[in-house]
């Protein structure tokens, strides 16, 4: 996904496994990578 889409993604559809933090740099980064989550670190 590119950082033009992502910019278009709302918070809303991602805070139950990321942090506004997590999601606010994951879409300004240029990468497709997955976003890396919170819960992901939990387990």
Known sequence: MS???KQNL???DY???MTL???TAW???DGDD???TTWSHRQ
């Open 21 to 23: 933090a997590e999601f």
């Open 34 to 36: 997955e976003p890396h």
């Open 27 to 29: 879409v300004q980064e």
């Open 3 to 5: 950082k033009t889409e």
């Open 15 to 17: 805070y139950c496994f």
């Open 10 to 12: 709302r918070y809303v």
